[in-house]
């Protein structure tokens, strides 16, 4: 978690920075005693939150809150200081915490731990609106499936290279596609003519099993190339991996969090077909997969133990992967 701390006493922002550096997972990105130079710190980098004294000559504490919270709206605001009587003019701004000094390392952990819980709740309530706005959804963290409104569609594909020509298309559809680029893929083996003319009956096959299904994927095709328009669909893999990254990227969340993301991981990315462009996307997302385990067991030891209920949920929740029983173990172990 990436904090910065202001005040403009030295003493006590030495001793602020002293208590921060005893708490793990906690790095202070910048320690100020000008309002003018934090400003300038938060314009040019993310933060997760700014302890701040409320009581300073430059400016009052909360008219910089503002300030602040008008460059990153959602940075984090805690107060820290020894006039009681700001409280409730801080809650107001939506300050996170507010604490009195003299400060105790336990009171700044569970202020920590509060806004990691806070952010764990951003991220929920983003998955879930993401979710309202799809009405059809395409899994591909283990089998390709589909579903319209969470119910499961059943879709019969003609050919397996029309699926994996689908497939394909889904991971591809920010991207323009040459169309030689699909008959190199697909129908290498096959003489140039013969396999532009079984790439062209297989984009039809596609197209009829997408209106036959009413989801609205639309291939184009012009010249050498083909594009394709996804809207109202929300990709499994693609929704998971920017959840996880930013999971990964903050560590700042409980361990609720690291479990909504394990669970979703229902395989490995498109499970059933192996061919090679697969293989790099599969290697991804099993490898953020894998740093989401390592992150949530860390959690664990440093908050729980070894063998606490969430240390056995997690182990039965890895039990068919040997690869991640091994990194459980062995991080439990040590």
């Known amino acids: 978690m990436n904090i910065c701390i202001i005040d403009d006493e030295h003493l006590a922002l030495e001793y602020l920075d002293f208590l921060f550096n ?29 302890f ?11 008219d910089l809150a503002e300030k602040l919270l008008n460059i990153q709206p959602s940075l984090q605001i805690v107060f820290v200081t020894a006039y009681n009587e700001y409280a409730v003019k801080a809650f107001e701004l939506n300050a ?7 400060v105790q390392k336990v009171r700044l952990e569970i202020t920590i731990q509060r806004i990691k819980e806070s952010n764990y709740i951003k991220l929920n309530t983003a998955l879930e609106s993401d979710s309202d706005k799809a009405n059809y959804r395409i899994k591909n963290l283990g089998a390709l499936r589909f579903y319209k409104e969470n119910n499961p569609i059943e879709v019969k594909w003609r050919t397996s ?85 930013d999971v990964l990227r903050n560590n700042n969340v409980s361990a609720a969090a690291y479990f909504k993301l394990l669970e979703a991981y229902q395989g490995n990315y498109l499970e059933e077909i192996e061919a090679a462009w697969v293989l790099k996307e599969r290697h991804s997302l099993r490898k953020i997969w894998l740093g989401l385990i390592e992150n949530l067991v860390k959690h664990i030891i440093y908050y729980e133990n070894p063998s606490s209920y969430n240390a056995s949920k997690l182990s039965a929740l890895v039990s068919s992967d040997e690869e991640a029983v091994m990194l459980l173990n062995k991080k439990l172990q040590h």
Do not use: C
């Open 22 to 50: 005893k708490i793990e997972g906690v790095q202070v990105t910048g320690k100020y005693n000008s309002p003018g130079d934090l400003i300038d710190h938060v314009q040019r980098e993310s933060i997760d939150a700014v």
């Open 52 to 62: 701040m004294d409320i009581h300073m000559p430059e400016i009052k504490g909360i």
């Open 96 to 102: 996170l915490d507010y604490i009195l000094k003299p």
């Open 161 to 245: 290279k029309a699926k994996e020509l689908f497939a394909y298309f889904v991971q591809n559809h920010e991207n323009t596609i040459r169309k030689g680029e699909l008959t190199d893929l697909m129908w290498s083996n096959l003489p140039w003519e013969k396999a532009h003319s079984q790439l062209y009956s297989t984009v039809y096959q596609i197209r009829k099993v997408t209106q036959q299904i009413g989801m609205p994927i639309k291939i184009s095709s012009q010249d050498e190339f083909y594009h394709i328009t996804i809207e109202g669909v929300e990709i499994q893999s693609v929704k998971w991996k920017r959840a996880a990254l």
